[in-house]
Each structure stands twice: as structure tokens, then as C-alpha cells.
């Protein structure tokens, strides 16, 4: 087997080592092309699938090929023939995109699910814990970025996030890209208790939709939600998963009131600094009838769009969580209930909660509106 100049003799070596070394070498094979390929760029694969080319790791379908306990010569020639290039040293594959011609959402068990058993006033989440949770990554004036938001995962190409997020943000900052797979901001390579995820997935922006009666001057923040779609489909792992969207007509007419419900997010905690870990925090559901005069008094008008949560001293989510997730888990379920939109100056102010826009009545406008 000949890579550039060094050959190397594979004759009688076990085949995962083979298949190991095949994929280490990736590396190495490209270090004298001149030409480097861009992310996303259209490919067609090994079985003559349209594809784009991605970072290895980020092909679930080879990694899947990578990881089997007992490969073929047929996979190792499959992954070689499936390298289209390198970009600063790490190995492009060409990976087959769906020809699924419009999005789908997911139901149970294909979403919801997170595959382990085990925000302000809240505490750590575990490594795998929310795996639909993402981060919106905004570019500024001055050329920095930063994580300013959150969202969540629905299916392969979209996150749903706040309206806000995109409209009411500050002159000069647009959305850059969407993270998913993150749980501690300053590690590159995430472990705890002996399991390390894979490296967050950086996906570019291909489409943004607000939804069409927000009003970035109305005080209630009605119909605060928008949706991002990604240049590509992502694949899922234990780290990247999908939430349920509450599809049914019984799911959407359920009443959430009085019952525990969950935030997860990177906002700002008890110390006014972002979190460098994701959070998570337990609220119980308020009806709007305790919830809205509260409000109202300060000239709020809350509806059915709306849903509220928290109240308590300490326990809510704040600044940097918005467009996050509140959810619940249904029959082994985990759904998305709201989406963090707004709430008293103060985080955790109690007798205020927080202010979400209400899911269930925006779920045809999802449906309408992914592709």
C-alpha cells in the first residue's frame, strides 16, 4: 500500500489495524496537494452518491464503518475511496447527503431521547444530558464572536430558536454558525467519568426564518420564535439528538400547569457571567392566569402563545439562555414545551417568572416552514 512516499508493508497485519492506520494516514495522503477543498463542497461517493465534503468525524455513516468490530478489506478500500480532500490538516470525506426532498419531524423513540439514565440557581448538566441543546455563534463589528444564544435541535437541518435572536440584537452583529454536540466551553474534547464525546459540530447558516408577526417593538414578545437551517444535515450521536416537537393534538392541548419542567442553557449565573458549562434548572409551569397579571401591571399583554415558568427567588433562566429549550419528559419522552423568550429585569426575581413562547401553538408554522 503506497501513500505519497511511504510504503508501508500491511501484508498479514490485523485488519482493524489496517482500517486504523488507513484512517490515520488520511492525514498524511493529502500533505502534498495544493488544492484544498471548503467544507460542503458537492461530491459524489464511492457508490456514486451526490455527497458533500466534511470532516471525517462528522460522516456518521463512516464512522459507523471506522468503528465495527470486525471490518472487510471492502471497508477500508470504501474509506479510503471516500477521502475528497484536506483543510488545515484535518481529512475531508465525501459523505452522502439525504435525498429526503423535504424535512421531516421526528417522533418518539427517533427523538426525545437522551442516552444515558443519569442556568441561574441550577447546576451542571451531565456530558450527554439535553443532546438536542444548541448554541448560536454571532459575529460582531469588531471581528470577534461570541455565544449568545441558544436553541434547539428538531431534526437533521433545523434548530428552533427566539425570534429576538435574530431581530433584536445589537448593530452590526449577525448569526455566524450553530453549535451542537457542546457541553463545557473551554474544553476542546469534553469527558466526564471516563466517557469524551466527539468535538462539537460547527454547522454554517443556510437559512434563517422569523416568524412573520413578530414585532420587535412589541413589549410582549408575541410569536418570538424563528427557525435556522443548516448548509447540511447533521448526523446524531450521543451527544447530538433531536427534541420531540409536541405533534399530536393531544400533546398540544395538554396543560403543562403545576408540573416540573427543565431549562438548559449557558447564560448568565448567580455570578453575571456566562456559564462555562451548560446548565440545567427545574421550574414548575405557571398558568397564564397566575402568571399574566403579573405583567400586566408593568403593561405586558400575555396570551395563549405565550407559557410561563419559575417564580422562584434564584431559579430561572436569564441573559444568553434566550431561544433555549423548556422541556418535559412525556411517557419516557423528553418534549419541547417553550422557548425562552423573556422575563423580569432581575433573573430570578421571585413571584416572576419567566416568559416562553408556547410551542404547541406554533407547530404547524413548522411544519409549513421547513424544507
Known amino acids: 500500500m503506497l501513500f505519497g512516499s511511504v510504503k508501508v508493508n500491511l501484508v498479514g497485519a490485523p485488519l482493524l489495524f489496517v482500517l486504523l492506520w488507513t484512517v490515520q494516514s488520511l492525514y498524511c495522503h493529502f500533505s502534498n496537494i495544493p488544492v484544498l477543498l471548503d467544507l460542503n463542497a458537492n461530491c459524489i461517493t464511492p457508490l456514486g452518491e451526490s455527497g458533500k465534503c466534511i470532516l471525517f468525524r462528522e460522516c456518521q455513516p463512516l464512522v459507523a464503518i471506522y468503528n465495527k468490530p ?8 470504501f474509506l479510503t475511496q471516500s477521502r475528497c480532500g484536506i483543510l488545515q490538516r484535518k481529512t475531508l470525506v465525501c459523505c452522502a447527503v439525504s435525498t429526503q426532498t423535504k424535512s421531516s419531524l421526528p ?3 427517533q427523538c426525545g431521547v437522551q442516552l444515558s439514565d443519569r442556568v441561574l440557581g441550577g447546576q451542571p448538566t451531565l456530558i450527554d444530558e439535553f443532546p438536542w441543546t444548541a448554541l448560536i455563534e454571532f459575529q460582531k463589528p469588531d471581528g470577534s464572536f461570541g455565544f449568545h444564544c441558544g436553541g434547539s435541535l428538531i431534526n437533521e437541518r433545523y434548530i428552533v430558536t427566539a425570534a429576538h435572536c435574530i ?23 469534553d469527558c466526564q467519568d471516563g466517557f469524551c464525546s466527539n468535538a462539537p459540530i460547527d454547522l454554517d447558516v443556510e437559512q434563517i426564518v422569523v416568524h412573520s408577526n413578530y414585532d420587535t417593538k ?33 400533546l398540544r392541548n395538554r396543560d403543562h400547569a403545576g408540573v416540573p419542567s427543565y431549562a438548559a442553557g449557558w447564560g448568565k449565573t448567580e455570578s453575571a457571567t456566562a456559564s462555562e ?29 405565550h407559557m410561563c415558568a419559575g417564580g422562584v427567588r434564584g431559579k430561572d433562566t436569564c441573559s444568553g439562555d434566550s431561544g433555549g429549550p423548556l422541556m418535559r419528559q412525556i411517557s419516557g419522552a423528553w418534549y419541547l414545551i417553550g422557548v425562552v423568550s423573556f422575563g423580569p429585569q432581575k433573573c ?24
Not at 70 to 77: A, R, V
Not at 172 to 187: A, I
Not at 283 to 298: D, F, I, T
Open 107 to 109: 417522533e418518539y423513540p
Open 348 to 371: 430570578g426575581t421571585a413571584g416572576v417568572p419567566g416568559v416562553y413562547t408556547n410551542v404547541a401553538e406554533y407547530v404547524d408554522w413548522i411544519r409549513d416552514n421547513i424544507y
Open 218 to 250: 412589541d413589549q410582549s414578545n408575541a410569536n418570538d420564535i424563528a427557525l435556522i437551517r443548516f448548509t447540511r444535515q447533521v448526523y446524531y450521536s450521543q451527544t447530538v439528538r433531536p427534541i420531540c416537537l409536541p405533534l399530536s393534538s393531544s
Open 70 to 77: 470486525l471490518s472487510t478489506h471492502e471497508d477500508t478500500q
Open 277 to 305: 458549562k451548560k446548565l440545567k434548572v427545574e421550574m414548575n409551569v405557571k398558568s397564564l392566569q397566575e402568571c399574566a397579571p403579573v405583567y400586566q401591571r408593568g403593561g405586558i399583554l400575555l396570551k395563549s402563545t
Open 167 to 189: 431581530k433584536s440584537i445589537p448593530r452590526g452583529w449577525k448569526v455566524f454558525r450553530v453549535r451542537l454536540g457542546e457541553w463545557d466551553l473551554t474544553s476542546a474534547t
